[in-house]
């Protein structure tokens, strides 16, 4: 089992519902990262918190907003989606300082119907 | 924005046999580099990494061949076992900061 839990494993939800994704990291680590990885495609970075501070969001759409109320913890929250947000939904974390690379969870596999 | 491409999507081999999973990027001062694989169901995994001032890494059954000139990366799997079909990502990292950047991965299957 990785360092990097994420809940939940499986998630459908509709188009009108809300709902959030949870992600834990136990490895002490100083900046966490949300995912997304859709069929065919490179893993695409959605947001980044180094240190709680959000510091990059690459024009992810309004419908997804992340939360990191502390280093070990991060939330993506989800409301009005669309079905092309069906993907697996991947958190990682990093020692920034430490020059390597992530260790990621094992996601959250996404169905928008 | 960065280019990190897999010369083939799908690789097939023998149990036993030895893979190369090959890996291209473009930015020419990206200085670091990981092997991932992710099994299904599974999130990326750490195989290894490699930084620019080596050209060769081994570790157990895996080494990562870097070469610089034609900013290519290649992964070689020794002997070769079931347990190692998964796709494969590279991922590099300029150093400007902690992102990386993922190659679309390569789906590697072993035949027993």
């Known amino acids: 089992e990785t360092g990097v839990t994420q809940t939940p494993r499986h998630l459908v939800m509709g188009m009108t519902n809300k709902k959030s994704l949870k992600c834990e990291q136990h490895l002490g680590h100083n900046a966490m990262y949300w995912y997304k990885q859709s069929a065919k495609k490179p893993l695409e970075l959605m947001f980044v918190?180094?240190?709680?501070?959000?510091?990059e969001n690459n024009s992810v759409p309004s419908r997804f907003s992340p939360e990191c109320p502390n280093s070990s913890h991060l939330f993506l929250h989800l409301h009005t989606l669309q079905p092309e947000d069906s993907a697996l939904y991947l958190c990682a974390s990093s020692q920034v300082q430490d020059g390597y690379g992530y260790t990621f969870g094992s996601g959250t596999r996404l169905t928008v119907v | 924005g960065e280019s990190v491409g897999l010369h083939l999507p799908t690789l097939s081999v023998q149990e036993g046999d030895n893979s190369i999973i090959n890996c291209a990027y473009s930015n020419s001062a990206s200085d670091y580099f990981i092997w991932y694989k992710q099994e299904s169901g599974k999130g990326p995994q750490f195989i290894i990494d490699?930084?620019?001032?080596?050209d060769k890494r081994q570790g157990q059954r895996v080494t990562v061949l870097l070469n610089k000139t034609v900013k290519h990366l290649s992964l070689q799997i020794a002997a070769t076992q079931p347990g190692d079909s998964a796709v494969y990502f590279c991922?590099?990292?300029?150093?400007?900061?902690?992102?990386?950047?993922f190659g679309t991965g390569t789906s590697l299957t072993v035949i027993p």
């Open positions: 490699i930084r620019s001032n080596m």
């Open positions: 918190y180094s240190l709680e501070e959000r510091v």
């Open positions: 991922a590099e990292n300029d150093g400007s900061g902690n992102q990386f950047y």
